[in-house]
């Protein structure tokens, strides 16, 4: 009302004294949000805004990026010089590029003469630009030709890569944010939107406001999801497989399913019929502690909704049968004709902000651009345009991360080159992880801070540049091409991982013949030429075209779809030959290891909103670390009671691998047989976790897995703390 509008206080916003807003994509969650650091008169990063006429976030930022342009103030831990020492027990020694450089290359050749080329072995990451990812696989590939080459994204998107690629014959999220304005029923498994993907739930939500549809939400814990969701299915961990397998199975009973769309677009349906008619819901409810009518209202929610789409992430994924669960989502969506249109989808939501980039690009898990080490012609197209002979490359993919962890036990691997990622965190068995690092004979880190812990093992450190002192693309859930502009300069002497990839290829012969441009935006030219006419379709774009569109998806051609495609799959037809997706009968196999007498306890864990995994950033910037400072685990408050064990106290957890002392937050958030740890917290719930392999994908079961569960004195707990401080 007028009369009270002069009384209120005004919302100041503090005027930063920003000169000059520059153009970028969050570096935290795969989201993609388009991001604008603001500089002031001096070149300094002082601000973070939401871009507003982005489709992604449409101005809003979570409080990750909000605060993101601290990071470049932030610089405890930063590597600001190369370091080298020349026992792993030695102190580090800060050293010139040229003599890193040096010793790193004459150790990957001295290991390869030794023990065979692929007796070094390089792991990166899902947090560096495509055309960095691009260079290191050209690196990897054709001129180091190691085949035990792969990425962190074994922790978190193979499933999801093999499922697709089992399904459809080819990886690639079919779907988009915009399926929300499209849909009637929205199913999602283990996945925790509103934390780990604020914005992307934000866009969900502002479509809700306006129509009305069922929200199930599919995890064994309460989260902040589930309390929003219509339905809340609290499945019993690990067993997500029976509970899709009896939705199939009614959807199938009850004639729900497109018969007309299974026969023009699919293979393998009787197979699959058969398989999912031992599924009945009763059956089915014994295992996977979902009651025979929920699944019946679900299956028919699901089944007779004119378009239906399932998301998923970790819950899925990080699962002995992780692949089998995606497989089974797009059984289900395959069954009811929901690919390819508009809310009809499996969409998997993905983790790292570049996750995508380096499936599409590094060449991990075979060569550029969806092309297969198995593929002949594949393998011949690249070398010729490398200029490279194809008797270089295997012809099979080497091992996955969670292989070439182990192979250094035995004696298979002997050097190791890890590049934007912190195993001795986020790898599941600590102890063993530790035991592991130490037997290499060279190990050279590369990451953005000297403080990351798996540092303390290596000989070599690289100081990289983080995000926005790089240039660069990210691609985001949505297959968005997003663009980070150069902000601001490398801190102190760190240089941009297209750098330091450039400068080793450099000390090979072979990489010395080859032609590695220097520029992001001369990669990007490469990444065009190679992906014309396929798929995977970045011909359309540049990166003044993808700053203007604030992102452009793929497939991007000039003629055909030149501001990009929303959805794969809409013509029905898939990259399998024939054209036909394949159904296929996924039998349930509960290899887990489950909570018994010793070990009374279900250990998950995941994330929280305020911290990016092993916190190497948010742990220093104050707005993310002073809300989640502290290891802590959720348990339910009858469960603590009946150990004696008080709310803000400490407990210690034992695994049959580990230990850790955590503080009790108590919660109904979580069941009486199970606790959540955040896994952001160095020697913590990695040290208890066991991490089985999924069989097609090699992705570790991090979230179940059994413990024990006692008090532990204050006196336990600040030793414990003493442990967990960074040690450098
Ligand atoms: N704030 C923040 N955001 C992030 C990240 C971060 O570190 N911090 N990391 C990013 C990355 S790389 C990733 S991969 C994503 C991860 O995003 P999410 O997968 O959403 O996050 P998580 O907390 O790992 O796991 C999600 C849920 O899986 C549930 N779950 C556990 N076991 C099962 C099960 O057997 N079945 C089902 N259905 N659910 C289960 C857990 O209870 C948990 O609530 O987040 C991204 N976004
Ligand atoms: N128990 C349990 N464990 C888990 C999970 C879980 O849910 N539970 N989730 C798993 C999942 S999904 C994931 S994705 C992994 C993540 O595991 P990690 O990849 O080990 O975790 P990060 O802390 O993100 O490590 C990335 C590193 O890259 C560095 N970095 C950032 N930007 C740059 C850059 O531009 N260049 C270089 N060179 N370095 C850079 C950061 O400083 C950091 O040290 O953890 C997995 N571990
Ligand atoms: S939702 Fe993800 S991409 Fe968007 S601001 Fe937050 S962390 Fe960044
Ligand atoms: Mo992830």
Known sequence: ??????????????????TEWRYATCGYCSTGCSIEVGLDAEGEPVASRGVADADVNRGKLCIKGIFEHELFRKTAGRGDTPLMRANRWDDFSPTSWDAALDRTGAEIKRIQEDHGRD????????????????????????????????GNTTLCMSSAVSGYKR?????????????????DCLLAFGSNLPEQHPIIYWRLQQVREQRKFPIIVVDPRVTQFAQNADIHLPVAPGTDLVLLNALAHVILEEGLEDRAWIEAHTNGYDEFAGLVEQYDPVTASRICGIDEDTIRNVARLYGKAGAAMTIWTMGINQSTHGSDGVVAINNLNLITGNIGKPGGSSLSITGQCNAMGT???????????????????????????????PEFFPEKRGMFMTDILPAIETGQVKGLWLIATNPMTSMANTPRIRKTLEKLEFLVVQDAYRDVETNAYSHV??????????????????????????????????????????????????????NFPETAEGVFDELKELSKGRMLDYSGMSYDKIETNRGIQWPCNEDTTPEGSQRLYTDGVFQYPGGKAKLIALPFIDNNEHPDADYPFWLNSGRVVEHFHTRTRTGKVGNANKFSPTPYMEMNPDAAAELGIGHGSYARLTSRRGDAVVMVQCTQRVSRDMVFVPFHYHECVNRLSLGLLDPHSRQPAYKQCAVHIEAADDQAAAAERNRAARAF
């Open 1 to 18: 009302m007028l009369f009270g509008r002069n009384k209120k206080n005004p919302i100041t916003i503090a005027d930063k004294g920003v």
């Open 119 to 150: 007796a070094f072995a390089i792991v990166s990451t899902g947090q560096i630009m495509t055309e960095e990812f691009y260079t290191l696989g050209k690196l990897a590939r054709g001129v180091i030709g190691t085949n035990n080459y792969d």
């Open 167 to 183: 399904s459809f014959g080819s990886d690639g999220p079919p779907g988009c944010y915009d399926d929300f304005e499209h849909t």
């Open 359 to 389: 499936r599409e690009w590094s060449s991990c898990s075979g060569l550029p651009g969806y092309r297969a080490l198995e593929n002949e012609q594949d393998r011949q197209d690249i070398a010729a345009f490398w200029g490279i002979d």
């Open 461 to 514: 450190f690289l100081p990289a540049a983080v995000w926005a002192e790089k240039e660069g693309c990210f691609t985001n859930t949505e297959r968005r091409v997003n663009l980070i502009r150069n902000v601001c300069e490398p801190h102190g002497e760190s240089r941009t991982d297209l750098w330091i990839f450039n400068q080793v290829a450099r000390r090979f012969e072979q990489g010395r013949r080859m």
